[in-house]
């Protein structure tokens, strides 16, 4: 029997409104794959993201152009040379590796992991608003691991109120890009004095060269700025950490290579995520087994996540059951 690739949209509600610096949403809108043949079935989800160019129907769209590779038996290695880094061929890629361990009667785990997969401590997002709120949230959440959304010219007082409101929690900074040249010295001075952990992506990618020119009192991890291992080499001495997920990535695949080569040049690894259930975060737990810096609590934003999904247990995700993914 030949395989068969199935696509659908999925829209799950979020609990609440999530903000950052570029803009809001109420909704997670995710594409799934389903890639089935004679032995079984193998799913993987995807959240094309406008920052990148990409939509729900440019995302079907390069989708359709690999369905003839992937129904014909094509591999993993084929489709990294059928479609470009990002969330189309994240879905399609994930799927492959889902129906190959399914096929073969093992798990992605045993075949990526040097060991069995743990628990993992993930952070915990609190969206960019008004101090006060964040500061309350930050709070009520009780974590010890806090991601915080910044990215204004006024984040000071919400990098003070939050860390006054938590103040044995851990915190990472992530500015998606809204931080300038004028005000970044700044900031990173008021994340050390808060005990910030890490700062994400504080300046828009391109403007990389003038993290080299500044001192890193709290470490800087690049996001926006790394899709794949060509872009490595150009962040040495600008940034300490790069942020993997599989939407920029285009999958597992090349996310593995990623994570590798990072750590071999000196890089701290964080794998993150865009906001989508369960099904997109399995695969992610497997590549965070290696990973300094884990955020992927996209399910925990939802209002609901799919049946059968990942088990959150305070700060800690487990690894995924072979009937969710893998």
Excluded at 183 to 212: S, T
Excluded at 296 to 311: F, H, I, Q, S
């Amino acid at each position: 029997m030949p395989r068969r690739l199935s696509v659908t949209v999925e829209h799950f509600p979020l609990a609440q409104e999530f903000r950052i610096a570029r803009g809001s949403k109420s909704e997670a809108v995710v594409v799934t794959c389903e890639i089935a043949d004679e032995y079984g079935r193998g799913r993987g989800e995807c959240v094309p993201y406008q920052r990148y160019g990409e939509s729900i129907d440019s995302v079907r769209e390069q989708i359709e152009t690999a369905r003839a590779t992937i129904e014909a038996g094509g591999s993993r290695d084929r489709l990294a040379a059928l479609l470009p880094a990002g969330a189309a061929r994240n879905a399609l890629d994930c799927a492959l590796w889902d129906l190959e361990a399914k096929s073969n009667g093992r798990t992605v785990a045993s075949l990526v992991c040097g060991q069995t997969p743990r628990p993992i401590e993930t952070a915990y997002t609190i969206g960019l608003g008004d101090a006060g709120d964040m500061a309350a949230a930050a709070r009520a959440a009780n974590r010890p691991l806090l991601k915080i959304k910044v990215g204004t010219d006024s984040d000071a007082v919400r990098i003070r109120a939050v860390h006054a409101a938590a103040r044995d929690a851990r915190l990472i900074l992530d500015a998606n890009e809204g931080w300038s040249e004028a005000n970044i010295r700044e900031h990173m001075l008021v994340a050390a004095a808060a005990g910030a952990v890490l700062i994400e992506q504080p300046l828009p990618a391109g403007k990389d060269d003038i993290l080299a020119d500044i001192p890193h009192p709290v470490p800087i991890c690049a996001d926006e700025s790394v899709h794949t291992v060509d872009d490595l080499q150009s962040l040495r001495g600008r940034y300490d950490y790069v942020n993997v997920k599989l939407d920029k990535t285009g999958g597992l695949t090349e996310a593995i290579r990623l994570v590798e080569q990072a750590h071999s040049l000196g890089f701290g690894v964080m794998v993150g995520c865009m906001v989508g259930t369960s099904l997109a975060m399995a695969p992610a737990v497997l590549l965070a087994q290696a990973a300094e810096f884990v955020d992927l609590d996209g399910p925990l934003l939802l209002a609901k996540d799919r049946p059968g999904g990942l088990t959150y247990s305070r700060s800690s995700v487990s690894p995924p059951r072979p009937a969710l993914w893998g």
